[in-house]
C-alpha cells in the first residue's frame, strides 16, 4: 500500500484505467460465460429431445411390426451424435424393445420410468436423460429414451474459457496501450505543473509560469497556481522594498541615536565633572565654614568676655552713652557667639564619626525634651506623643532634630500655651514623623524658604534666633536620606514632617561623610 | 457414481419383470400368449396405417373403412376384437368375408388365405388398377402379383413387399414400412 501511494501518478492512472476495463471485461465475461452455459444445457435439452422425437418416428412401424432389428439399427444410428451414452425404444407395455450402447460397458438402458411426469428431460449427476412417448397417427405405441454425457457442455465450457481468455489477455494488452497513451491526457498537464513547481523550489524563481491547457479542474488548478506564483512575487518585491526602506530607517536612527549618545555622553561627563566641582567647592566651603567659625570663637571669646567685664567693672562710672555702647557691643558679641555656634553645629552635621544605629527615637525625643526642659518650664508647654518606633539613625543628631523642631514649635507659639504633638507612621519602607503644633503658623508659601540657612520670616526684634536651626534640620534629614517639609497656615499652626528611611542611609552619602572627614584631619 | 448405477440397473431389472409380465393380450376369454393369427390381425391394422388410400377408392365421404377375408377365415373371432372400436383417418373400421374376388372391389384391404392359392390370378386380375391393399397368407403372394404377403421367420411373423404392385394399384406405403419389409417383385 505505501509502495502504491508512492507511485507516480502516470502509473497510478494507467493502472486504475486497466482495472477499471478487465474487471469489466472479466464480468462481461463471466455473464456471457453463464448466459452461453445456461443456453448450451437448454440446447443439449432441445437437441436430445428432437433426437429422441426423431428416433420415435422413425422407429414407430418397428414397433408395430414387432421388429426389434429394425428399431435397433435405428437406435445404432445414435453413433453419429458421441453424445449419447444409452438409449433404449420401450414398447407400450414397457419392455425394452431395443437397446443401444454407446460402449459395452455402459448400463444396458437408461432408467426408464415410464410416467407422463418423467417424459421432460432432467440432468442427473454428469448424465442427461430425456424421455419422449412414440406416437403414430394419434395413437402411442411405445416410448425412447435417451441418456446423453454432457461431454457437448465441457467442451462448450472449455472453448468458452480459452475463447474467453484470449480476449482478456487480448484486452488487457490493448488496454495497457490505450492507457499508456491517455493517461497522457491527464498526468501531462499535471506532471507539467509539479515540474514547475520543483524547478521553483530549487530556483527560487517566483518569475516562472505553467502553460494552462484547457478548462478542466487542471487547468485551474495551473491558473491558481499561476495566480499564487504572481501573487508570491509581488509580495516578494513589495518585501524587498520594504526592506531597503526598513534598512535605510534603521540607518538613519541608528546614525541619530548615535549623535544623541554621543551628546548624552557629552553632557553627562560635563554633568560628572560639575558635580565633582560641586562637590568640592561645597567641601571647601564647609571646611571654611568650620575653620572660621572655629577660629573665630576665641577672638570673639575675648571680645565678649572683655566687654562684659567693662560693663560689670564700671557700672554707673561711664556715661549713659557710654554704657549704652557697651550693653550694645556686649549684645552683638553674645549673638555673633550663639551665630558662630549654630554655625559649626550646621558644619558638624556633615562631619559626624558616629556609625548609625538602630534606636528607639522615644527616647531620642526624651533626651530632646530633657535638653529643653527649661524653656518648657518658661513657656508652659506641653508635649505629648504617640507611640514612636525604632529608627535607624545617628542617634545625637536626631536628637539635635527633635530638639530643634520642639524649640521652635515652642518659640512660635501665639497667645495660647503652646501644645506639640509628635506622632510617626511607618510607610513605603520610611518612617515619617510629624511634629505638630499650635503656634502662630505662616504663609504656606514660604514653606520653602523656611529650611534655607540665614532666612528668617520675622523681625529679629520679635523672635530671637540665628536662622540656621531648620537649616541644620533640614541637613541632619538629608544627611540620613530622608526629606523634610512642612505644612502651615497663618494662625493655625505648623506641622513639620520629616522621613527616616528603615533602611541603612545610601551609600553615597557615608562615601562623602568620609572624603569630607579624611580632608578635615 | 456408483450409488446411481446401481439405481440403474435395479430400475432396468424391475421394468423387465414388469414387461414381461405385461407380454400377454388381453381378450375375451381372458389373458393368453398371442397366437400367429393374433399378430396378423394386428399388422392388418397397422397396414392401414402405413398405406394412403386415395378418396376414390372410397364410396362416400364417411364410408366404412373395410377390410375383408376371401374364403375361408382363419383369424376366427381375432380379427373382429382386434378390429373393434378402431378407425383410420376418421374411418369406422369394418371386417367383411368375401367369396369371390368381384366383390372385393369395395373393399380397402383383402387378406387372401392359404385356400385361395389357385385363385391367386383371378383375384389380381379383378383388382387391377383398383386401390385395393391385397394381403396374402401365402409367401409366394407377392411374387405371383399380390402386394403384401406374410411370411414366417423363426416364428415371428414377417412380411414381404411388392412395390411395383402397390404403385400400380395407386396407393402409396409408408417408407418405414418399407424399410421392415423384404422387397419382393412379380415372377414372371
Known amino acids: 500500500m ?60 418397428s414397433i408395430l411390426f414387432d421388429d426389434p432389428k429394425a428399431a435397433g439399427e435405428i437406435l445404432e444410428a445414435s453413433r453419429v451424435d458421441p453424445g449419447i451414452v ?10 425394452p424393445f431395443a437397446t443401444y450402447r454407446r460402449r459395452a460397458s455402459e448400463e444396458n438402458a437408461p432408467v426408464v420410468a415410464l410416467a407422463a411426469d418423467t417424459m421432460e428431460g432432467r440432468f442427473v449427476g454428469d448424465r442427461r436423460l430425456v424421455t419422449r412417448p412414440i406416437d403414430f397417427k394419434g395413437k402411442r405405441v411405445g416410448f425412447v429414451a435417451l441418456e446423453s454425457d454432457l461431454a457437448d457442455l465441457s467442451d462448450v465450457k472449455s472453448g468458452f474459457m480459452l475463447a474467453a481468455l484470449l480476449v482478456l489477455a487480448l484486452c ?25 513547481a520543483r524547478t521553483i523550489s530549487r530556483d527560487r524563481d517566483y518569475s516562472v509560469r505553467v502553460v494552462v491547457r484547457g478548462g478542466d479542474e487542471i487547468g485551474v488548478l495551473a491558473r491558481s497556481f499561476n495566480e499564487m506564483l504572481e501573487q508570491v512575487e509581488e509580495r516578494d518585491v513589495e518585501l524587498e522594498a ?95 557667639q550663639n551665630l558662630i555656634s ?29 535638653n529643653l526642659q527649661l524653656t518648657i518650664e518658661e513657656s508652659g508647654a506641653r508635649v505629648t506623643h504617640d507611640e514612636l518606633p ?25 497667645e495660647r500655651s503652646p501644645k506639640i504633638h509628635v506622632e510617626a507612621v511607618c510607610r513605603d519602607g520610611e518612617t515619617e514623623f510629624s511634629v505638630r503644633d499650635n503656634g502662630i503658623g505662616f504663609d504656606s508659601k514660604y514653606a520653602a524658604k523656611i529650611f534655607v540657612i540665614f532666612q528668617r520670616l520675622h523681625a529679629r526684634g520679635k523672635y530671637s534666633g540665628t536662622g540656621i536651626g531648620l537649616a541644620v534640620c533640614k541637613k541632619i534629614v538629608e544627611h540620613h536620606g530622608g526629606r523634610i517639609w512642612v505644612e502651615s497656615r497663618v494662625g493655625q499652626g505648623s506641622t513639620f514632617f520629616f522621613t527616616i528611611p528603615q533602611a541603612a542611609p545610601d551609600r553615597e552619602a557615608k562615601e562623602e561623610v568620609r572624603h569630607v572627614g579624611v580632608e578635615a584631619s | 457414481m456408483v450409488t446411481s448405477s446401481r439405481r440403474l440397473v435395479a430400475g432396468l431389472l424391475a421394468a423387465l419383470v414388469w414387461s414381461a409380465a405385461l407380454r400377454t393380450v388381453p381378450t375375451a376369454a381372458g389373458t393368453r400368449t398371442p397366437t400367429e393369427y393374433d399378430v396378423k390381425a394386428v399388422y392388418l391394422l397397422n397396414f392401414a396405417r402405413f398405406v394412403e388410400w386415395p378418396d376414390a377408392g372410397f364410396a362416400t365421404a364417411t364410408a366404412p373403412f373395410a377390410i375383408c377375408v376371401l374364403g375361408s377365415d382363419p383369424f376366427g373371432s381375432t380379427l373382429d376384437e382386434t378390429l373393434a372400436g378402431e378407425t383410420i383417418a376418421g374411418r369406422n373400421l369394418v371386417t367383411r368375408r368375401i367369396a369371390h374376388p368381384t366383390d372385393a372391389t369395395t373393399c380397402q384391404i383383402v387378406f387372401t388365405g392359404a385356400s385361395e392359392t389357385t385363385r391367386l390370378p383371378a383375384i389380381v386380375d379383378a383388382l387391377a388398377g383398383r386401390p385395393v391393399l391385397t394381403v396374402g397368407d401365402e409367401t409366394a403372394f407377392t411374387q405371383r402379383g399380390g402386394m403384401i404377403s406374410f411370411r414366417l421367420e423363426q416364428s415371428t411373423v414377417r412380411i414381404d413387399v411388392n412395390p411395383e404392385a402397390i404403385r400400380r394399384s395407386g396407393l402409396s406405403m409408408s417408407s418405414q414400412l418399407l424399410r421392415l419389409a423384404r422387397i419382393v417383385s412379380a415372377q414372371p
Open chain 1, 342 to 370: 549654630d554655625l559649626l553645629a550646621y558644619a558638624r552635621v556633615a562631619r559626624a564619626p558616629a556609625p548609625p544605629q538602630t534606636v528607639a527615637s522615644g527616647d531620642l525625643l526624651s533626651r530632646a525634651l530633657d
Open chain 1, 2 to 61: 505505501r509502495r502504491l501511494a508512492a507511485l507516480s501518478i502516470r502509473w497510478k492512472v494507467t493502472l486504475a484505467s486497466m482495472i477499471a476495463s478487465v474487471t469489466v471485461l472479466a464480468v462481461a465475461c463471466a455473464v456471457f460465460f453463464a448466459h452461453e452455459l445456461g443456453r448450451a444445457r437448454v440446447n443439449l435439452g432441445r437437441s436430445l429431445q428432437v433426437r429422441a422425437d426423431t428416433i420415435g418416428l422413425v422407429s414407430a412401424a
Open chain 1, 242 to 336: 520594504a526592506r531597503g526602506t526598513l534598512e535605510h530607517r534603521v540607518a538613519a536612527r541608528t546614525r541619530e541615536l548615535q549623535l544623541e549618545i554621543g551628546e548624552r555622553c557629552q553632557v553627562q561627563a560635563t554633568l560628572v565633572r560639575q558635580t565633582e566641582e560641586l562637590t568640592r567647592s561645597n567641601a571647601d566651603l564647609e571646611q571654611f565654614a568650620y575653620v572660621a567659625s572655629h577660629d573665630l570663637q576665641e577672638p570673639l571669646r575675648i571680645v565678649a568676655s572683655y566687654t562684659q567685664l567693662l560693663a560689670e567693672t564700671h557700672d554707673g562710672q561711664l556715661g549713659p552713652d557710654a554704657e549704652k555702647y557697651v550693653r550694645y557691643a556686649v549684645d552683638g558679641a553674645l549673638r555673633m
Open chain 1, 86 to 95: 444409452t438409449a433404449a425404444i420401450y414398447a407400450l407395455d414397457g419392455r
Open chain 1, 172 to 196: 488487457i494488452g490493448i488496454g495497457w496501450l490505450l492507457a499508456l497513451q491517455l493517461q497522457r491526457l491527464v498526468t501531462r498537464p499535471i506532471l507539467a505543473l509539479v515540474e514547475s
Open chain 1, 390 to 414: 525604632m529608627v535607624r539613625c545617628n542617634s545625637s543628631q536626631l536628637v539635635q532634630l527633635f530638639q530643634n523642631l520642639v524649640g521652635n514649635a515652642i518659640k512660635f507659639h501665639g
